[in-house]
């Protein structure tokens, strides 16, 4: 069966049409009350569905139209309408020659029910179009006239209402908003406007200016966002920062453009202030790597003299000594090699902080890094009578590295074991490597690090305790130097301690020739 369906709203009209044709039906569509009586004038539907209020020719009129032609008036006609929905409005529509009265939105099975019974009621006779029909024009006119007059009362209600609502919204707004016709005449602004921009805006007049450029620029480059800068009367400067769109209305044309924008001169101070500090930061950062590296030639340079003369007199090449003149002599190299320590430790902080450190990479032998380290703190080991030991399961003993680095942490690490660790106790070496990386962990008996410590244990200058500075000695930078340089082999390192019962660092740094690739 052919069903005509009425409705200007393309949404509602096609979801109708969809719902009819997949129970069955043939579905024709038309917008308005014009073009559904050109369409009967080649066409014969079963059924007319159609809304109330359209543009051109409403429901009311069509059906009186259609009741009132011998050629369509027994059409069985339905109104499924949002809009006109009081009683007054039903009876009207049923006086007129409507079947059926149906309020949108119905559901698909109750909206098919109702259909289904009109098209039984009339193919069974129960209902005749000549009584559906209303009496007289003048009475027509009459009914009609009271619900249209009655519905723009209450549409212009609900305007007004939704309109105070806006502009309720829009001078609420922190931001302001100026709509502008396609002529950049202005038709609307917020009062933020005036209070932002602190110059004089009127409707019906010109949008300034240094705003028109932005949406000239919108026209023709599809730029909706702009940014300008405005000296206002008063001599201020600000930043002002938005977009711009373009009004569409239902025909798809351009009705003018509407810019929202805001007063972004704090932030834009806020910007400066930051770069001015980072400018400012990044010249204070190369003062202090200039300085560094001064002060590294002028403190190494007398100083490996100083070691150099010592080791000298310790070796005897300048002649004998007394046992309390070597003791001296002893006591120079070895408090000279220690600030030389502190001096590269500070220096290679500074260098990493400053990204100036990299990796120099070869080719070289793990377990011949491992023995120079041991066999330099074997003694130290010794001294203390603490069972130093390696155990190695490395079968492929060369990896892509940087080789002074990996001895340097080995090195901090081995020397904090021995250091923190009593008479007697126990420090244990152990590696591994698989294919691109190698493990690494040094586990010691030592006086272990409290648990409120463990997270702070490799930043710059921390110690477990700072009692143990003045203990054992050292600056803080040795683990530091060691997370930065396991991490510049792109590795990892923890630790994992119990105080009173050692601790064991553990650290995996990747071959470099395998990053490489």
């Not at 007697?424 to 409120?452: F, M, Q, R, W, Y």
């Amino acid at each position: 069966m052919k069903v005509l369906v009425v409705d200007d709203n393309i949404n509602a009209r096609k979801l109708l049409a969809k719902i009819l044709v997949s129970n069955g039906y043939e579905a024709f569509e038309v917008t308005d009350g014009n073009e559904a009586l050109e369409f009967l004038k080649d066409t014969k539907p079963g059924l007319i569905i159609s809304d109330i209020m359209m543009p051109n020719m409403d429901g009311f009129t069509l059906i009186k139209e259609v009741k009132s032609n011998p050629d369509t008036k027994d059409i069985p006609f339905v109104f499924y309408t949002a809009h006109y929905v009081s009683e007054q409005d039903h009876l009207l529509a049923t006086s007129l020659g409507a079947s059926r009265f149906i309020v949108k939105p119905a559901e698909p099975h109750e909206l098919l029910h109702e259909v289904q019974n009109v098209l039984d009621e009339y193919a069974a006779g129960l209902i005749k179009p000549e009584e559906k029909i209303i009496g007289t024009d003048e009475e027509y006119y009459k009914q009609y006239s009271e619900r249209v007059v009655r519905k723009l009362e209450d549409k212009y209600g609900e305007l007004e209402k939704t309109t105070n609502f806006l502009n309720a919204v829009l001078e609420n707004m922190c931001d302001c908003v100026v709509v502008v016709d396609p002529q950049l005449n202005v038709t609307y602004y917020n009062h933020k406007v005036s209070e932002a921009m602190g110059c004089d805006i009127e409707s019906g007049k010109k949008l300034p200016d240094f705003m028109s450029r932005h949406v000239i620029n919108a026209k023709s480059n599809s730029e909706n966002v702009f940014e300008t800068r405005l000296i206002k009367k008063d001599k201020t400067v600000i930043y002002l920062e938005g977009t711009i769109s373009v009004n569409i209305n239902e025909g798809g044309d351009s009705t003018g453009y509407t810019l929202v924008f805001r007063d972004v001169t704090k932030r834009k101070q806020a910007e400066k202030e930051l770069l001015n500090t980072k400018l400012e930061a990044e010249s204070l950062s190369r003062a202090k790597s200039e300085f560094l590296d001064n002060m590294s030639h002028e403190l190494r340079t007398p100083l490996t003299a100083i070691i150099g003369f010592s080791d000298v007199l310790c070796t005897g090449m300048s002649g004998d000594l007394n046992e309390k003149q070597l003791g001296y002599a002893n006591h120079i190299a070895k408090s000279g090699k220690h600030l030389l320590e502190v001096i590269n430790d500070i220096l290679n902080v500074s260098k990493l902080e400053t990204c100036r450190m990299e990796l120099e990479c070869e080719i070289f032998s793990i377990m011949e890094v491992l023995d120079d380290v041991f066999a330099i703190f074997s003694p130290m080991a010794q001294g203390k009578n603490i069972d130093l030991r390696l155990d190695s399961d490395i079968q492929v003993d060369e990896i892509y590295g940087d080789r002074l680095k990996f001895k340097l942490v080995m090195s901090n690490l081995l020397s904090n074991a021995i250091k923190f660790t009593p008479n007697n106790g126990k420090v244990l070496v152990t590696a591994e490597k698989n294919d691109d990386k190698l493990h690494v962990s040094v586990s010691d008996s030592g006086i272990g690090i409290p648990e409120h410590k463990l997270k702070q244990i490799f930043d710059p200058f921390i110690q477990a305790d700072s009692s143990n500075a003045r203990t054992y000695g050292g600056t803080g930078l040795g683990l530091t130097l060691v997370k930065w340089f396991v991490e510049l082999h792109n590795g990892t390192i923890h630790v994992e301690s119990e105080e009173g019962a050692g601790s064991t660092f553990a650290f995996t740094i990747e071959d470099q020739g395998f990053v490489d690739r």
